[in-house]
């Protein structure tokens, strides 16, 4: 089983910023993709964002101009820059990794945006 560490969530006021990270073990190869999904109160799991090995993103068309993933792999981290947030984007955020083909999943970190 492998551990991912998420932090960053919080409450922010609309057009506000927040920056999620979510750290894999240090001594674990192989990841490929890794991503954003959230959930809201009564809704499905949705992707927000992924980000591949190569650098390669891609995104929900709810976010895209406002939110921004990224990797550094020598920590084996995945970032999440959260710009311009909306009271919709209100939700617990999970991230996904892939290692190689296998998924694991964060704990999750709510985000609440709300005035």
């Known amino acids: 089983q492998v551990q991912l560490v998420e932090s960053g969530g919080g409450l922010v006021q609309p057009g506000g910023s927040l920056r999620l990270s979510c750290a894999a073990p240090?001594?674990?190869?192989?990841?490929?993709?890794m991503g954003w999904y959230r959930q809201a109160p009564g809704k499905r799991r949705e992707l927000v964002a992924t980000i591949s090995n190569g650098g390669s993103t891609n995104y929900a068309d709810s976010v895209k101009g406002r939110f921004t993933i990224s990797r550094d792999n020598a920590k084996n981290t995945v970032y999440l820059q959260m710009n311009s947030l909306k009271p919709e984007d209100t939700a617990v955020y999970y991230c996904?990794?892939?290692?190689?083909?296998?998924?694991?999943w964060g704990q999750g970190t709510q985000v609440t945006v709300s005035s």
């Open positions: 996904n990794v892939l290692i190689p083909s296998m998924g694991y």
């Open positions: 240090g001594s674990i190869f192989g990841i490929n993709v």
